[in-house]
């Protein structure tokens, strides 16, 4: 099967309006992750789904962004009132399943380049 | 805090060289460190190592932890343009499920 994929691939928005970044994880993996990484930066964990549910959004910068999941397939992370701070790559990535035991990698998409003029 | 440092920021070779990338954490109940190679946007996986000494080798990359001292390296040997790259570790602490990652090594190799 297919990757991780993500829509769009570059959005450019002016500041103050709202966004919507689209993630679609591999078929049947049950954990999602959301990350942003501005240039020349690590990765920034916004916010992790099991299934449809957000155990931790510890990592949302402000009360601005929010993300759901339903059907515990696609995501989506929405940014309102866009300051040109939140200009980054926002990554998606998706794994087979969570587990105290065991150790996994991720599979990451290609992410979305946001751009707040 | 837990944190993932890589040194060093940035990094020129020239096609051939061999390159050692490193990565030192200090991460509460560590459970595993995973290396990635990211190009463009996608970071892809390359190892995950969990066991101090055991060596991970894929073709000319190989890696290693050290969970006494806290560290891993990257090896690239025999380098080729293609191995340019941002080099990410991650590791994996506490959570079952967040990553803690470093800011990463831009390797850059000139032909």
């Known amino acids: 099967g297919a990757g991780v994929s993500q829509s769009p691939s570059n959005k450019v928005t002016e500041k103050g309006k709202d966004v919507e970044l689209r993630c679609d994880p591999i078929s049947g993996h049950t954990a999602l992750y959301w990350y942003r990484q501005s240039l020349g930066q690590g990765l920034e964990f916004l916010i992790y789904?099991?299934?449809?549910?957000?155990?931790?959004k510890s990592g949302l910068p402000s009360d601005r962004f929010s993300a759901e999941r339903t059907g515990g397939s696609v995501s989506t992370l929405t940014i309102q009132r866009t300051q040109q701070e939140d200009s980054a790559v926002y990554l998606c990535a998706s794994s087979p399943r969570t587990s105290a035991q065991s150790s996994y990698e991720q599979y990451f998409g290609p992410g979305t380049r946001l751009t707040v003029t | 805090e837990d944190k993932v440092v890589q040194s060093p920021l940035s990094l020129v070779v020239h096609e051939g060289d061999t390159v050692t990338l490193n990565c030192s954490y200090e991460v509460t109940n560590f459970r595993s460190l995973l290396w990635y190679k990211q190009e463009k946007k996608a970071p892809t996986f390359l190892f995950m190592l969990t066991s101090s000494g055991i060596e991970k080798k894929s073709g000319r990359l190989s890696s290693i932890l050290d969970k006494k001292e806290l560290f891993s390296i990257l090896n690239i040997t025999a380098t080729q343009t293609g191995d340019s790259a941002v080099y990410l570790c991650?590791?994996?602490?506490?959570?079952?499920?967040?990553?803690?990652w470093g800011a990463g090594t831009k390797l850059i190799i000139k032909p």
């Open positions: 991650a590791v994996r602490g506490h959570s079952n499920y967040q990553l803690i």
């Open positions: 789904f099991q299934g449809n549910s957000a155990p931790d």
